[in-house]
């Protein structure tokens, strides 16, 4: 049967804002207090989900999350009417109020990881939201991400939805971020690559000594269990623990795999002889290109500054790929004239397009991390929620929707303006229903 892989988007909430909360994540840190632009932001990402929609891609829409979070204030103690409560938090720590109104909920890749039917012991498409237990402000998302997930994919005859893993950092989850799937085409069998930063259980194993290692081997191998992914179907490989410590705080800072394709940095896994050997030894297609860059050609550094590898590679519709990234890319020489080599070069992919995410990037979010990946046959795909699918008509609706209740400039001070809550739920009702979602949102019960 024909599968197609569809994109589902992160939307940029309301609230989107540069308050330095991903220790880790260099852009983040180095972008902290600068005053953010939420409607050029939503707008960024629709007109990337609108161009891959005309490519000829299914395009999904994943709806933000109610911020400032209120619940998870009154529960630290804050107590009043909901202008109270916001003051006193800014008043007792911006960077606390700053957390419980980010729209990191926009990086979809870390919103759940997916494993597609082909490769699921019940045959079934499973879905489990990420805990991001490693920071305090990510921690916030897995109930609510669960609660779109379930109205998005809202049949138990194809689709199972898995509670998060336990809110511990033993058990940190990161979702699709550190996870790629390798396929001859969408609807076979996959391989299916869990990256991992540390093992939580034994001490004495290699482990970033500057930065967190988000996702553990352990986080990792309950996911594949839970949904059914058998041994010869997967691989576990430890992410290099050197570039977490240069700002690599998910593998897809460093590879990125589509179909037949991985494309990574020589530097990006801990032990890639073996790893290579593993995932040539397990894939069950042809043609598998390994597409390894090495350091000569792109350093680390410009690896992280430019997300080269936070690119989405695509499939069109002759069969070609495409890549997508960021305009980091086009603006960097040495990354640009790579990318150059890389399309004349004899591999599958024979496009690059450029995108101005610029809004999401200076908070450490390129293309990749804008998009969670499903890969669904014809049949699952007629089963998904059809308002969370991207069409001329609900594209222009969304950006009217935009236009009307969003902020283009936030600074960290406005984030305790009640306005701010009030205007958000506004706008989160009145995109629930242009989703046909029911009411995700707890302020909606
Ligand atoms: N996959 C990309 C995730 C980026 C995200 N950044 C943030 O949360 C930054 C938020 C801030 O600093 O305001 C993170 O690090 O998890």
């Not at 609108?50 to 998870?72: N, S, V």
């Not at 979809?108 to 490693?134: C, E, G, I, R, W």
């Not at 969408?186 to 970033?208: C, H, M």
Request: with cysteine; hydrophobic share 35%; net charge negative.
């Amino acid at each position: 049967m024909k599968s197609v892989e569809v994109n589902f988007d992160g939307l940029v909430g309301p609230t989107h804002n540069y308050a330095g909360l991903s220790e880790g994540n260099v852009a983040s840190l180095s972008n902290a207090n600068e005053s953010s632009n939420p409607k050029s932001a939503a707008l960024q990402g629709l007109k990337k989900m609108k161009a891959l929609h005309d490519m000829g891609l299914t395009q999904g829409i994943f709806a933000p999350q109610e911020r400032p979070d209120i619940y998870t204030l009154k529960r630290l103690g804050f107590q009043g009417s909901d202008a109270q409560i916001l003051a006193a938090a800014y008043k007792t720590s911006p960077t606390l109020l700053a957390s419980c109104c980010s729209a990191s909920t926009m990086w979809t890749a870390n919103a759940a990881t997916v494993s597609p039917s082909a490769d699921t012991q019940n045959q079934k498409v499973h879905f489990t939201a990420a805990n991001l237990a490693n920071k305090f402000h990510r921690s916030l998302e897995p109930e609510t991400t669960s609660n779109i997930l379930s109205a998005i994919f809202n049949n138990d005859d194809y689709f199972q939805h898995h509670q998060h893993l336990n809110d511990n950092e033993h058990f940190g989850d990161e979702g699709a971020a550190n996870h790629t799937r390798l396929c001859e085409s969408y609807g076979d069998k996959g391989l299916e690559i869990f990256t991992y930063g540390r093992v939580a259980f034994n001490r004495n194993t290699p482990k970033p000594v500057k930065y967190p290692a988000r996702q553990t081997l352990e986080a990792s191998q309950a996911i594949a269990r839970l949904h059914g992914v058998s041994a010869e179907n997967a691989v576990f490989v430890q992410q290099n623990p050197d570039v977490i410590d240069q700002g690599v705080f998910h593998n897809d800072v460093i590879a990125v795999g589509n179909q037949n394709v991985l494309f990574y940095h020589e530097q990006a896994y801990l032990n890639t002889d073996s790893f290579k050997a593993e995932v040539s030894q397990k894939f069950s297609g042809n043609n598998l290109h390994f597409i390894e860059v090495s350091s000569e050609q792109v350093s680390i550094e410009d690896a992280v500054n430019t997300y080269l590898f936070n690119t989405q590679i695509i499939t069109l519709a002759d069969n070609s790929m495409a890549i997508i990234a960021p305009m980091h890319c086009r603006e960097n020489t040495q990354v640009f004239d790579y990318l150059q080599s890389l399309i004349a070069a004899n591999n599958p992919i024979n496009h690059v397009e450029f995108f101005d995410v610029n809004e999401s990037m200076k908070n450490g979010g390129g293309p990749a991390c804008l998009r969670l990946r499903v890969a669904l046959t014809e049949q699952e795909l007629t089963a998904v929620n059809p308002n969370c699918l991207l069409t001329d008509s609900l594209y222009l609706k969304l950006v009217t929707w935009v236009n009307k209740h969003y902020r283009d400039t936030l600074t960290l001070k406005d984030l305790s303006d009640p306005q701010l809550l009030i205007e958000s739920r506004t706008a989160l009702d009145e995109l629930t229903q242009l989703l046909s979602l029911g009411s995700v949102y707890r302020f909606q019960n």
